[in-house]
């Protein structure tokens, strides 16, 4: 398929209605598909016979991964894309259901190394390779694809500050202009229009989301913010780690990266964007013994004459309308248990016993909202699709 042809996916107005009653819990969505019903469109659903019978022809880049199987979980209810392509290692060569075989009822095609992945039949990528592989196999796609990167490698604009955190060299300094950070309430305009997007690392998603609207309308300061975040263990992915072992998890926690993650940087990034400041942070990541599941715990204070009302209403005005950002209700304490499986990130803010400070809680499951569901969500919006589609798995509890 041409890059013509791509870029003319529309959606008929009959199948659009039917997915705007698609409310998942009775809030007002926000709709932003395309909405036409050109004969092409329909002479373009006609011609779409593919294998998967869907509009959108996937390829999932590290599908033997866990944000990469989780991209096949959640496309197996898309009623646009179905995947073509899916790419591994040394798992390469191997069906998706013999490697996961909680996706074994899913029919696709087996998984091939990347030096023998054809793109001719694939209109968009889903890349979930580790950081530091991606960006000399980004840049060696063709300039067809769509492309939502879920690794670190195009996050950062100023390729020194890539280099000073990564400890690498960056090999497509070209295509990080081109590149747009994908945190999808905050930056929807520019995704409509991206090509490549670089999908925001877990933790920036549950500490950009609360802080952002707060720095906008400068109700907290840019000094003394202070970060206590903890993961679960599928964070650090399925490779093989010592550190990840059962018996070094189970039973305890503790925190790593102390005072260097590389997410620093990246955190930064967005929030000076916000507050139109340099906004610098203390950040320290825990390690869980849970395989699912982010909170970020955000101790901030307000800027005089701010009370913890004024917190609780500007995120209100910025979340009211979005499908999977939830504020809840005063007083209610966030649980990762309550967003497991889910694309919801869910938030409070909670005043503090200091005077003048406050505390925010946000949580969402890493590998949902904090990877392959906000990627999911990206590529809706790069494809002029509602953005809900396909992500309105509620949360699975117990
Ligand atoms: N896990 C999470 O919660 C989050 C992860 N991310 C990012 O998403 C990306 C993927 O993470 P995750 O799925 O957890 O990682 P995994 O380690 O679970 O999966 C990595 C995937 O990449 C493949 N791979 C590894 N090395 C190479 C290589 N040199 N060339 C080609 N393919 C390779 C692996 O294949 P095989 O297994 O066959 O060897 C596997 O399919 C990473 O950049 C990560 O930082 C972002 C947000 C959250
Ligand atoms: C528990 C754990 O190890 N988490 C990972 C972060 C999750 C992630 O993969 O983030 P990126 O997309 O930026 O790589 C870490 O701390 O490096």
């Not at 300061?221 to 990840?244: F, P, Q």
Request: aromatic letters at 6%; glycine letters at 8%; charged letters at 20%.
């Amino acid at each position: 398929m041409s890059s013509a042809h791509l870029s003319s996916i529309r959606f008929d107005r009959e199948w659009f209605r039917k997915s705007e009653t698609k409310s998942s819990n009775g809030r007002k969505l926000h709709i932003r598909g395309s909405v036409t019903s050109s004969p092409q469109s329909v002479q373009f659903a006609e011609a779409k016979a593919e294998k998967s019978g869907k509009a959108v022809r996937i390829g999932v880049l590290g599908a033997s991964g866990y944000t990469g199987s989780e991209i096949v979980r959640l496309l197996a209810n898309h009623p646009h894309f179905g995947i073509t392509l899916m790419t591994a290692d040394r798992k390469a060569g191997q069906s998706i259901g013999s490697v996961f075989p909680h996706l074994i009822t899913q029919d696709l095609p087996d998984m091939v190394a990347i030096k023998d992945a054809k793109f001719s039949n694939v209109d968009a990528v889903f890349c979930c390779l580790p950081h530091g592989t991606t960006q000399d196999i980004i840049k060696a796609l063709p300039k067809s694809l769509k492309i939502v990167d879920l690794s670190a490698d195009f996050r950062l604009q100023e390729i020194a500050e890539y280099e000073e955190w990564y400890g690498q060299p960056h090999r497509a300094p070209d295509l990080q202009k081109e590149a747009v950070y994908g945190l999808t309430e905050i930056l929807r305009e520019e995704i409509k229009a991206a090509r490549l997007v670089a999908n925001p690392g877990c933790y920036p998603t549950t500490i950009q989301l609360p802080l952002v609207p707060l720095l906008k309308a400068n109700l907290i300061e840019t000094r003394n913010l202070i970060i206590d975040a903890k993961s679960g263990v599928s964070g650090a992915g399925r490779g093989a780690k010592e550190a990840n072992l059962y018996t070094e998890i189970a039973e305890g926690i503790h925190s790593y990266g102390i005072t260097r993650h590389r997410h620093v940087p990246e955190i930064e990034q967005g929030l000076s964007d916000a507050a139109h400041a340099k906004v610098t942070v203390s950040f320290t990541p825990h390690l869980m013994p849970m395989s699912r599941g982010m909170q970020s715990t955000i101790y901030v204070e307000m800027t005089p004459g701010v009370t913890i009302e004024d917190l609780y209403k500007q995120l209100k005005i910025a979340y009211e309308d979005e499908e999977f950002v939830i504020l809840l209700e005063k007083g209610v304490v966030p649980h990762t248990r309550n967003v497991r499986g889910s694309n919801y990130c869910l938030l409070n803010v909670f005043p503090d016993r200091i005077p003048g400070r406050a505390i925010i809680v946000s949580v969402i499951d890493n590998l949902v909202k904090g990877a392959s569901g906000q990627a999911l969500q990206n590529l809706n919006v790069m494809m002029g699709l509602p953005e809900n589609t396909g992500l309105l798995y509620q949360p699975l509890f117990p």
